[in-house]
């Protein structure tokens, strides 16, 4: 969009210099006249027709406007100059948005198979401490203290698998392959579990 933009500012400062340009106008006439039609010593001939057919080229040059061609001219200029930034701008954004979303994206695959280790470490260490609650060598905080240890690694688990569905969806935001079949699978992954 922003390239279009530039496009059209561009054009748009062709056609304010052509202001000053002069303008061509070509215009016609064609008439027919029936019946009785003065000659030219004034005597009118009965029965005749007469067709007049003109063609002829205007041109116009626009002398002095007050300098308005020119204002209007340096006007687009500054429009150009304007269009020209915003395409950089948006280049440098949809780089610096589409790094940042890559970088998020493989950083929230370390911490899901990370958050995934955790879980299972956590769920070895419960029952570990079950199994010594039942022998007497642990107490009930001490069971309670690694269930909590537990949830605590789900929930983290499941904000980081949040976290990277929403950047894998912002890094094709970015690449500009964003589709609605995207959204149903992730609709679907949300079903599932």
């Keep these: 969009a922003s390239r279009f933009a530039l496009e059209s500012a561009q054009q748009n400062i062709a056609a304010q210099k052509a202001g000053n340009y002069p303008t061509f106008d070509l215009v016609g006439a064609y008439a027919v006249t029936e019946g009785a039609n003065p000659n030219f010593l004034g005597s009118t001939l009965q029965g005749i027709d007469a067709r007049l057919a003109q063609a002829r080229l205007e041109a116009r040059f626009p002398i ?3 300098g308005l061609t020119l204002a ?3 006007e687009a200029r500054y429009f150009y100059e304007v269009a020209f930034a915003k395409l950089e701008e948006d ?3 949809a780089i610096v948005d589409s790094r940042q979303s890559f970088n998020d994206v493989i950083s929230g ?3 899901v198979r990370a958050d995934r280790q955790a879980i299972s470490s956590s769920k070895n260490a419960l029952e570990s401490i079950q199994a010594q609650f039942r022998v007497g060598t642990r107490t009930m905080l001490d069971v309670l ?3 909590s240890d537990l949830y605590d690694s789900e929930r983290i688990h499941s904000t980081d698998q949040y976290t990277y569905v929403l950047s894998t969806l912002q ?3 970015a690449a500009g392959i964003l589709s609605i079949t995207d959204l ?3 609709n679907e992954w949300l079903n599932e579990e």
């Design 171 to 173: 890094l094709k935001f």
């Design 72 to 74: 209007n001219t340096r």
């Design 109 to 111: 695959i370390s911490k």
């Design 64 to 66: 002095f406007q007050g």
């Design 145 to 147: 203290r690694t269930q």
């Design 184 to 186: 149903e699978a992730i």
């Design 91 to 93: 280049y440098r954004t």
